[in-house]
């Protein structure tokens, strides 16, 4: 069975370098977790594209456990570690359609954005990763990456910020699955 580049496999991908795990196992598996049903949902059917897939929920369903196999083929497919200093965008999703970028991004906000009345604002502990992920916005979203910026702070934190006056821009492109970011900016945005 093909894999086909499509919003599923780059909704796996970014929620596995958000929320997930995927490291050295020793004897762990590989896990994703959010507490948005709508999220672990969208998920766990996306998990799919890789055909009939065994998994284990934990913790009133918000961690889901997934075979190791899913981790490997990506991790062969991307060239990428998944540990969270690590993590870099692929090249290879940067000839992919910008509908497919959205819904990447879109995964990885479910999992690390917060949104306030003046900004979205994407947290990592990687600063590369954010830069790549401005780079795919600027190539992809160039209308949209005009009102990004990314900053840091002292304790190593770094975070990709979408500006007030872009934020009913984002909302279009790329959106939320998480069911209270969603209602939470378009409430900001009308």
């Given at each position: 069975m093909?894999?086909?580049?499509?919003?599923?496999l780059a909704r796996i991908f970014f929620?596995?370098?958000?929320?997930?795990?995927?490291?050295?196992?020793?004897?762990?598996?590989?896990?994703?977790?959010?507490?948005?049903?709508?999220?672990?949902?969208e998920?766990?059917?996306?998990?799919?594209?890789?055909?009939?897939?065994?998994?284990?929920?934990?913790?009133?369903?918000a961690r889901v456990t997934f075979p190791k196999v899913i981790v490997h083929v990506l991790k062969?497919?991307?060239?990428?570690?998944?540990?969270?200093?690590?993590?870099?965008?692929?090249?290879?999703?940067?000839?992919v359609?910008?509908?497919?970028?959205?819904q990447g991004i879109k995964a990885l906000a479910d999992d690390e954005a917060s949104v306030c009345r003046n900004r979205?604002?994407?947290?990592?502990?990687?600063?590369?990763?954010?830069?790549?992920?401005?780079d795919l916005m600027t190539q992809k979203f160039p209308s949209?990456?005009?009102?990004?910026?990314?900053?840091?702070?002292?304790?190593?934190?770094?975070?990709l910020t979408i500006r007030k006056n872009g934020m009913k821009l984002s909302s279009e492109i790329i959106g939320f699955t998480h069911t209270q970011k969603k209602k939470r900016l378009d409430s900001l945005v009308r």
């Open positions: 093909p894999l086909i580049e499509d919003g599923r929620h596995i370098a958000g929320d997930g795990y995927a490291g050295k196992f020793g004897g762990s598996h590989p896990h994703y977790f959010n507490t948005n049903r709508a999220v672990v949902n998920f766990v059917n996306d998990l799919s594209t890789f055909g009939i897939v065994n998994v284990r929920f934990q913790e009133n369903r062969h497919l991307y060239k990428t570690s998944f540990l969270s200093r690590e993590i870099r965008i692929p090249q290879e999703l940067s000839s359609r910008r509908q497919v970028i959205a979205i604002r994407i947290h990592s502990s990687n600063k590369r990763f954010l830069e790549d992920i401005f949209l990456a005009e009102y990004v910026s990314i900053n840091s702070t002292r304790n190593n934190e770094h975070y």
